[in-house]
């Protein structure tokens, strides 16, 4: 019932958004109703999870667990997270990544944001539920290249797995092909992106929006007539287009075998888009800018485009970064971590009870303060407290260490039991050095 009231509601706005485009109207735009589109941008508020598959904290725990397992991988080394990374929106930022034949996939990593109210999955649709979805990629040979029943055999010969599974599934105490997809999904619908700016407008805050964000979205729903596809608070109908991207990529027309549907995808939601650059099923559109160039400009005219599509948008300068503008109000200011998935803290050289003699900022890719003074036996915290990856790199007396990946919201703390001077660096962003003189501990 819900699906159906959700298509239904889909199949009305668009019919108005396009009566709008090809009526006498067009030409006299109405003035924006904020509170129509207050109510058409609600955010729902509950998460909806299938009859067969309901949410527990231990199916939940289990999935993300299993999301990034590289056991369910062929060669040990992939597991879903190596291309869904948290910090990208559960994607990878490149525009494909490369396969086990050392070759670019098809198509881009989507993110897996709000998934939970999806209706078919993949880029074409091809899977019914998030549980068919899961299973595709471990036995696909570019991309995991496992096989799901030795997965599963060496996750059952792990003496803790089958108590997990057990305790996720009691009914069914087993490590078993259904369980293993119920629990990635069951995960992957807690992965819901949070409020922004935007949603405080919806709420009500006039205050939440810069001028020209509002703009940009009265342009959004009027005159570029984005919304009669990107439909709700999640901006996508669900459905599948042909938007004019060039290319040979049938998408959505040899799932179904009709030809009209060729080069058709899924509308993608425009949430927290903003860490998931490129865009696009192939992503080949670099940034925002490109996106709102193509719609007005770049469209390729063939027998399949979608009729959702604008016939003509004549949009200014202005008018385009406007809708940029409003765009990134639909991303966080930070990359958002699911709490399923906590922040790191990665530990050298400092004992359990060492005292922290300050704590570092990586804010806007700087070491802050960029030098510090501290005492032998004392640790030095760093904290990413910024919205891309980092790493740290020490190199001083008798001490050389270098940090795995460091995602926003890691910490790395590090231990000085020596006095002498130390240099700190980022490795994924050289210019970025910190200072650290230790001088010799006080006597007790």
Known sequence: MVREGFARAGRLLAGLVLASLVSGAADRPAPFDAAHWRAIFARPDHTPTPPDNPATPEKIALGAKLFDDTRLSGDGMTACSTCHQADL?????????????????????????????????????????????????????????????TALQVLASDPQMPKEFSAAFPEDPAVTQDNLAKALAAFQRTLVSPETRFDRWVKGDDNAL????????????????????????????EALHDIGLPGTDKGRGPV??????DHAFKTPSLRERVWSAPYMHDGSLTTFEDVVDHYADRIVKRPTLSADLPKQIELSATERAQLVAFLNTLSGDDPPRPAR?????MTWGASVDAVVASTISQKDRRFSPGAILMKAGEALRILND?????????????????????????????????????????????????????????AR
């Open 386 to 442: 910024d919205t891309r990856v980092h790493n740290v790199r020490v190199d001083g007396p008798a001490k050389s260490f270098i940090s795995d990946a460091q995602n926003p919201g890691d910490t790395v703390n590090i231990g000085f039991d020596q006095p002498g001077q130390y240099d700190v660096i980022c490795g994924i962003h050289p210019d970025m050095r910190l200072s650290v003189t230790v001088s010799t501990a006080r």
């Open 89 to 149: 929106s559960f994607s990878d930022g490149i525009d494909r990544h490369v396969g086990h034949d050392g070759q670019a996939l098809d198509r881009r990593t989507p993110p897996l944001w709000n998934l939970a109210w999806g209706l078919s999955f993949f880029w074409d649709g091809r899977a019914p539920s998030l549980e068919a979805q899961a299973m595709a990629p471990i036995e696909n040979e570019r991309e995991m290249a496992g096989n799901l029943r």
């Open 210 to 237: 810069e001028p020209d964000e509002l703009a940009g979205f009265s342009l959004f729903v009027g005159k570029a007539g984005c919304v009669a596809c990107h439909q709700g608070w999640r901006f996508t109908d």
């Open 341 to 345: 998935l906590p922040a790191k803290a």
């Open 256 to 261: 179904l075998g009709v030809p009209a549907a």
